[in-house]
């Protein structure tokens, strides 16, 4: 019985050292190698361009929801005018970062764990290595690059999106009083609220990229490898963006009230 | 040339590789034989570094490549062509950008160059004019060619195939083996093929080694292995199942 917990150990930490080669390899990458920017630009375009439908629809529904639900409680203690301010300040430091990330993992993540695996799993990655070329130059450092480039940008547009949908539902429908609710807005959110949400996505972007990159390349084999892969890639890049969320408020709380 | 020594790969419990010795001379023309599952693909990554023993030595022009980290042997890999089992070709790209594949990253050759070497690769595999097609859209022998093309272009001294014939029908198949041959001659390289098709061993081969059991049980030219007694190699050149052994 006791071989088990032993087993799975030995495993969690092989697999942790192989993302950590993985990693060092991909910043090897970058320092030494030339990137293509024909290869960076149709990454910026699938996982750039094609993921602001999603993004744009998460960020105004949470502006929307989140406009609401404060203004029904903050109602009760005629509080109304700092509605929009409490929206500004968690969409930029907490929810736009976030769900941004989460949508991306979901959607970019999961095609390039399926995209990579299936490429494994067809001899594609060996016939790579065999034509001179490092799989982690051509296909990982271009997706990674790309990912850190579009999340924090994404993450601005559905930050940007949600303000303005929570005002037009906070002046049109609830009836807030508009120019209070922006001075207030404007006094409550500062420029470090909106630098800790770009350092946050620029993080998460790293952290979709190489999970997503990583689960790919080292997939099991045949259909049935991919669709783990897939499946994981998901689930792990969504738990490490929940839990390291919480340790950037905490560490860049402390570090940005220092500036 | 190449030379193998000793060389031993296991996977779990099963010991694929079990002390192999194989040296292959600059030009020859070699034929691994062997049964299905018994370790010849496995072999042949091992030749190209793309797996690591677990003991033994692959030399390469007198220099083991077995330590080498995946940097230093993309270095190594220049001087070698691949042609995969299932072709591997990149289905994202089209059939001149497969081709093109290693000028195109060299970054050094223009334009115009590239499209004439394409060309040119494309008519020596007998498949001109289809550049702009997708590998989806080609049936397997076709792959098979374009896999070959792209192998070729960059002038390599060793040229591998992993089981080029199979899954192709007769005449493909030997279609496909006059090209191995014409390739060979034609270029110059060393070929080294994996095969369990008799008929590409006779066409293709000038020596030709047997994998069984981990180990080169025996090699001769193909009419010496066609013509052997010895129990196992004759079975397996006549195609006839021992009922006492586990078939796969
Ligand atoms: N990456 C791998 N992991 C585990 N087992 C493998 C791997 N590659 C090959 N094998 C096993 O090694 C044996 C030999 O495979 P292979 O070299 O593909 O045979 P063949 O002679 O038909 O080409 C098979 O039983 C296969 O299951
Ligand atoms: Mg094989």
């Known amino acids: ?259 | 040339m190449i030379e193998v020594r000793q060389l031993r790969k296991r996977f779990g419990d099963q010991q694929v590789l079990d002390g192999v010795d194989l040296t292959i001379e600059k030009g020859e023309s070699l034929v691994i034989i062997g049964r299905s599952g018994g370790g010849k693909s496995v072999l042949l990554k091992h030749l190209v570094g793309l797996t690591h023993p677990d003991s033994g030595q692959v030399l390469v022009d007198g220099r083991d490549i077995s330590h080498l980290n995946e940097r230093e042997l993309l270095a190594v890999r220049r001087k070698f062509g691949m042609l995969f089992q299932s072709a591997a070709l990149f289905d994202s790209l089209t059939v001149e950008e497969n081709i093109a594949f290693v000028l195109t990253r060299e970054r050094n050759h223009p334009p115009e160059e590239i499209a004439r070497r394409v060309a040119e690769a494309l008519e020596m595999v007998e498949m001109p004019g289809i550049q702009k097609r997708k590998p989806a859209e080609l049936s397997g022998g076709m792959r098979k060619r374009v896999g070959l093309a792209r192998a070729i272009i960059y002038r390599p001294e060793v040229v591998f195939y992993d089981e080029p014939t199979t899954g192709l029908d007769p005449v493909v198949s030997d279609s496909i083996d006059k090209l191995v041959v014409r390739v060979c001659e034609r270029l110059k390289v060393t070929s080294i093929v994996i095969t369990h098709d008799m008929r590409s061993m006779q066409t293709v081969g000038r020596r030709v080694a047997m994998l069984h059991q981990g180990r080169i049980y025996t090699s001769g030219t193909p009419s010496d292995l066609m013509a052997s007694t010895d129990p196992v190699v004759s079975r397996f050149v006549r195609g006839i199942s021992d009922a006492k052994e586990h078939t796969f």
Do not use: W
């Open chain 1, 1 to 259: 019985m006791t071989k088990l917990p032993a087993k799975v150990i030995q495993s969690v930490l092989a697999g942790l050292g192989r993302f950590s080669l993985m990693v060092a390899e991909v910043v090897r990458s970058l320092t030494t190698q030339r990137l293509s920017g024909h290869d960076l630009m149709n990454q910026l375009y699938f996982i750039g361009v094609k993921s602001q439908t999603v993004v744009l629809v998460t960020g105004a529904f949470t502006g929307m929801v989140l406009c609401a639900q404060t203004y029904f409680q903050f109602h009760k203690v005629k509080m109304d005018t700092a509605t929009l301010a409490v929206v500004s300040v968690s969409m930029c430091g907490e929810l736009g970062p976030v769900l941004t990330a989460l949508m991306v993992a979901g959607r970019v993540g999961a095609a390039m764990a399926a995209e990579l695996g299936t490429m494994r799993v067809t001899e594609q990655i060996d016939a790579l290595r065999t034509l001179a070329t490092h799989p982690i130059d051509y296909l990982v450092v271009p997706r990674v690059v790309a990912t850190m480039i579009a999340v924090p940008l994404l993450t601005a547009e559905s930050i940007a999106v949600g303000i303005l949908a929570a005002y037009l539902v906070g002046v049109h429908l609830l009836q807030i009083d508009p120019g209070y609710s922006l001075v207030n807005m404007q006094r409550f959110t500062d420029h470090r609220d909106v630098l800790m949400g770009f350092i946050k996505s620029f993080i998460f972007g790293g952290i979709i990229a190489t999970t997503g990159c990583y689960k790919g390349m080292h997939c099991g084999q045949g259909a049935e490898g991919v669709g783990h892969a897939t499946t994981e890639a998901v689930v792990y890049a969504s738990i490490a963006i929940l839990m390291s969320n919480f340790f950037l408020t905490l560490l860049l709380t402390r570090l940005l009230a220092l500036t």
